[in-house]
């Protein structure tokens, strides 16, 4: 896996699950089937046979002598029954990227939660004798506020996956989450803003070094052509889809590099606005 180094930043994406493929109008339930026949707007590496594929990973970002991680992913041993591919998996080519950096779980200082969905939280915790504890003992784990207490309320109706209590509160319960405003300074040069619509309170981080890791603002190069296309996954699509273009108008504007959760390797880009949407900028 290749490193991008920018600055006193150097940014390495650990996957888990390089190919996770769902029908696109699953992820995608605006999805115009005229847009198959777009054939340069569609690479088969991002949509083929009517699946979308995204990869499934974290950033570890290294700086200062600091290692922080953003978004933990599936994570192993999780009850997951709804998705074949997600449940109690063994899941360690996650750790082994972690250690193939020259880390342990120990050496993690920070882990940033950009939202508590299942497919974010996953390696928060690991079961150790039956029970979840955190998988990085020694870090300070960042949530919003917003966030946690969104679903903190609603997680008994609304956890589809169970990853609230198995990847969450166990932190929560260990006290060593904790909880931020929505513009925040995570470490030097890194600062919090709240991109909501995907769930209520999303977070993403912005590196003055100019990077921009969005979580999960956008899933898929899709949505640079068509910014308008929010995922059935969205608690608001409308807000999801401000976000996202107002996110990408300024990266575009900035020259920063796009980082979300989900595109292919080398899953970052830079992006220029085009006649329709943005194009990346290889
Ligand atoms: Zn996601």
Same mark, same amino acid.
């Given at each position: 896996m290749r490193n991008l180094v920018l600055g006193s930043l150097s940014v390495t994406g650990l996957t888990d699950i390089n190919s996770f493929s769902l029908p696109v109008k699953t992820l995608f339930p605006s999805f115009d089937d005229k847009i198959l026949n777009e054939k340069e707007a569609l690479d088969p590496k991002v949509i083929s046979n009517g699946l979308i594929h995204l990869t499934i990973r974290s950033w570890l970002l290294r700086q200062f002598g600091q290692n922080i991680l953003i978004d933990c992913c599936v994570g192993a041993h999780k009850n997951r029954p709804n998705h074949p591919n997600w449940h109690k998996r063994d899941g360690k080519d996650w750790l082994k990227a972690l250690i193939k950096e020259g880390l342990r779980p120990e050496d993690i200082d920070i882990v940033m939660c950009t939202h508590l969905h299942a497919d974010h939280v996953g390696w928060n915790t690991k079961l150790e004798n039956g029970r979840w504890v955190p998988t990085f003992p020694n870090a300070r784990y960042i949530c919003?506020?917003?966030?946690?207490?969104?679903?903190?309320?609603?997680y008994k109706k609304s956890d589809r996956h169970g990853s609230f209590q198995d990847s969450v509160l166990p932190i929560v319960e260990k006290g060593q989450m904790e909880f931020v405003q929505d513009e925040w300074e995570?470490? /030097?040069?890194?600062?919090?803003?709240l991109t909501p619509g995907h769930t209520p309170g999303h977070l993403s981080l912005k590196s003055k070094e100019g990077a921009f890791f969005c979580g999960d603002i956008i899933h898929s190069p899709l949505q640079l052509r068509y910014p308008e296309l929010s995922t059935a996954f969205c608690s608001d699509p409308i807000l999801a889809r401000s976000s996202r273009e107002k996110v990408?108008?300024?990266?575009? /504007?900035?020259g920063s590099y796009l980082i979300p959760a989900h595109f292919a390797d080398p899953g970052w880009t830079k992006i220029k606005k085009s006649r329709f949407g943005y194009k990346q900028i290889k």
């Amino acid at each position: 896996m290749r490193n991008l180094v920018l600055g006193s930043l150097s940014v390495t994406g650990l996957t888990d699950i390089n190919s996770f493929s769902l029908p696109v109008k699953t992820l995608f339930p605006s999805f115009d089937d005229k847009i198959l026949n777009e054939k340069e707007a569609l690479d088969p590496k991002v949509i083929s046979n009517g699946l979308i594929h995204l990869t499934i990973r974290s950033w570890l970002l290294r700086q200062f002598g600091q290692n922080i991680l953003i978004d933990c992913c599936v994570g192993a041993h999780k009850n997951r029954p709804n998705h074949p591919n997600w449940h109690k998996r063994d899941g360690k080519d996650w750790l082994k990227a972690l250690i193939k950096e020259g880390l342990r779980p120990e050496d993690i200082d920070i882990v940033m939660c950009t939202h508590l969905h299942a497919d974010h939280v996953g390696w928060n915790t690991k079961l150790e004798n039956g029970r979840w504890v955190p998988t990085f003992p020694n870090a300070r784990y960042i949530c919003g506020k917003q966030e946690y207490k969104h679903w903190s309320n609603t997680y008994k109706k609304s956890d589809r996956h169970g990853s609230f209590q198995d990847s969450v509160l166990p932190i929560v319960e260990k006290g060593q989450m904790e909880f931020v405003q929505d513009e925040w300074e995570l470490a /030097e040069g890194l600062i919090t803003q709240l991109t909501p619509g995907h769930t209520p309170g999303h977070l993403s981080l912005k590196s003055k070094e100019g990077a921009f890791f969005c979580g999960d603002i956008i899933h898929s190069p899709l949505q640079l052509r068509y910014p308008e296309l929010s995922t059935a996954f969205c608690s608001d699509p409308i807000l999801a889809r401000s976000s996202r273009e107002k996110v990408l108008l300024e990266i575009s /504007e900035t020259g920063s590099y796009l980082i979300p959760a989900h595109f292919a390797d080398p899953g970052w880009t830079k992006i220029k606005k085009s006649r329709f949407g943005y194009k990346q900028i290889k």
